[in-house]
């Protein structure tokens, strides 16, 4: 069984939410031993939704798997020492530190950096001032809601998927690896530091959407589920499901109307029309046309008919499935996919995924189960005064 | 200026739409050098919109900042040649490759580790069998569309967002600094394989949603802008502007009445009504009544007045914008930003954001052009040749 590619790094994480305990849970499932300390009787996020019906939280469950969970009172003086001789205890792989926590006083990289030269801090913010902020509230900012939804619709559409802070996450995990890599080379540790607010506001730059604005004064409208600049569309089938249907390349193209045996028609219709359907721009100017013209195949086909139909076929597509459709249809949310499997929390057994990233030589960490609240507390304050006593030894 | 974190690692990238150029971005923006190579004329998203007026794709552009770009014929020996003496070049930053293409023949893993035994090599799938798959296919599948947008809509909601490709960009560089980590310290290289759908069905994993249909069998509906669990929703200000509204602790909550003036008529309304207001599944429960509570002090005020009676109250918030609204209103999305800054591109000059990662030691890059197509063939092909005869010298 791997011990996975970071086993012998150590990272301690004081968090709440999504973006900086799915860093540590990164961490951790690529073997990193991650400390995550919570007030007594659990923080901020102990009990954010979806809860069982006994009131667990499954978000909570879900994000702190593979973790070891220590309960230290922060308003004490003893628990802020722990706390800090934990972040700053000797050894290679120690000395690293994640938090989403206002990083003042004795939380502060200069008050932790005196205990160790070499410590490396990534600090997690709302805004690049260090001001709070939340997913919730940086997405409606970003553009993206005003530009999305129905149709000629007067209200914006939040996304329910937590995005820029999934995506924070990971570029957390970027920077701490990247420091830790320049620390094994040089000695040297350092500040690392990350706001949400940048990560949504460069992404809108990535994909071009400030470039846009500047360059071209436009500002994109609620197209529903069209695709943006190339055909994609949702289409109603017999019996009630949908399916979303892409068509980004020429070769995608060509298997759509292959498979629906549409190919003569749209010539037809291109040639009585003047649509241009061969590049993606027309394809996309076409959109509603080329979406009319293919409803009738896909309504007179039920989503398992069309499965088999578009199987092999090289045509874009995938089914709209509910979460319990996923979990109850799809075989690559299922143990039939190996990066999934069952796993015994202490909310309950459930379909648990490892890291998406699989390692040909350091393999793949199996699943690991979420930790009870403190579970590691005594385990972990052990292992502190184990390390002190060692460092006091002659 | 810094020269980045990642100076001296040198990754080439064989890729196009969102999720590998992102890693490459990524890369590029810690100071790692990347080549990525694309057929003469251009790969598949090189026309991908957004477009400028004269046909030029910001998207492209937003995407490949900071790289070097190559033009190769691979349908040609010795472009194939050219491109695989690339990836296996010697040097200790060397030996990295990176993409989103079919892995398979010359370009697969085994026939380039022949040449360079400590390869690192990270290959992008649609799915984890290595069939293909997009973020606009793999969203629907997702369960989030169906869970969002209006409520009581029939039709599911796209994101117009591609999270999962984004989130996939990140995880690879993930990926890539590990393998590097681990090829540093043992001298062994490795391959790194990820799955898009992987990436979105793990990520509902994470947030607890596979639990809760295994563990409750509950499937949760679109429930428009309200946010899952506490109380957030958006309201509407006089003057036609829009605003998202937090309360996900209980000290968010308070500071929300305090700025409202309605700490007196909530407490009239629990009493009246029985409603319990004082943890976040009561205001969760009740946010439809909390929402038409606040609505006419927002409806009372404009957008500004909002900002200004908000500042400093400790009230969780953020005004919806769109994309041209943000690049022209908010000062976190301008140079008053110190990720971001004008640079000129061969498209255009627009504000361009470095990385959202700032190291204290080794700084950040400022943000750089997108290379014109093939900019830098000549260039790297002749470091190719120099590095070939070195190799060849006695």
């Not at 530190?97 to 709302?126: C, H, Q």
């Not at 802070?165 to 890599?181: E, F, S």
């Not at 400030?210 to 569309?233: H, R």
Request: glycine share 10%; net charge negative; aromatic share 8%.
């Amino acid at each position: 069984m791997s011990e996975g590619i970071l086993n012998g790094v150590r990272v301690i994480e004081g968090s709440a939410f999504v973006a900086a305990p799915t860093a540590g849970m990164t961490l951790a499932q690529l073997g990193a031993d991650v400390i995550r300390f919570d007030a007594p009787g659990g923080g901020l996020d102990w009990k954010r939704w979806p809860l069982t019906s006994s009131g667990e939280s499954l978000f909570w469950s879900g994000l702190q798997k593979g973790k070891r969970s220590i309960e230290i009172d922060l308003r004490s003086d003893e628990g802020r020492e722990q706390i800090s001789q934990l972040i700053t205890m000797p050894g290679e792989g120690n000395g690293i530190f994640m938090t989403n926590f206002p990083a003042r006083g004795w939380m502060s990289y200069e008050k932790l950096k005196a205990r160790r030269e070499d410590l490396i801090m990534v600090v997690m913010t709302g805004n690049h001032d260090g001001s709070s902020e939340v997913d919730y509230t940086v997405n409606p900012s970003s553009g993206f809601p005003s530009a999305m939804g129905p149709r000629h619709s007067v209200v914006p559409t939040n996304s329910l998927m937590p995005a820029w802070d999934t995506i924070m996450g990971g570029l957390a995990v970027v920077g701490l690896l990247a420091a830790l890599r320049h620390r094994e080379a040089t000695g040297e540790g350092q500040l690392v530091e990350i706001a949400l607010s940048d990560v949504a506001f460069a992404t809108v730059g990535h994909l071009g959407r400030i470039a846009e604005v500047q360059l071209e004064g436009t500002d994109p409208v609620p197209d529903g589920n069209y695709l943006y600049g190339a055909f994609g569309g949702d289409f109603l089938c017999r019996g009630d499901r949908r399916v979303m249907i892409v068509a980004l390349t020429s070769r995608q193209w060509k298997a759509l109307k292959v498979a629906t045996e549409t190919e003569e028609m749209f010539d037809a219709v291109a040639a009585a029309t003047g649509h241009d359907f061969s590049d993606e721009a027309g394809r996309y100017l076409g959109r509603n046309l080329i979406r009319e013209l293919l409803k009738p195949w896909f309504a007179q086909h039920t989503l398992d008919e069309i499965r088999a139909s578009l199987a092999g076929t090289g045509v874009s597509w995938g089914p709209y499935q509910t979460f319990k459709q996923l979990v109850e249809e799809d075989p690559r949310c299922s143990e039939a996919n190996p990066m999934f499997s069952m796993v015994e929390h202490p909310v309950g057994t459930y379909l648990t995924p490892a890291s998406p990233l699989n390692f040909s030589v350091s393999g793949r960490v199996p699943a690991k189960p979420s930790p009870h609240l403190g579970e590691h507390t005594d385990e972990v304050l052990a292992e502190l005064t184990s390390a002190g006593e060692q460092a006091a030894a002659p």
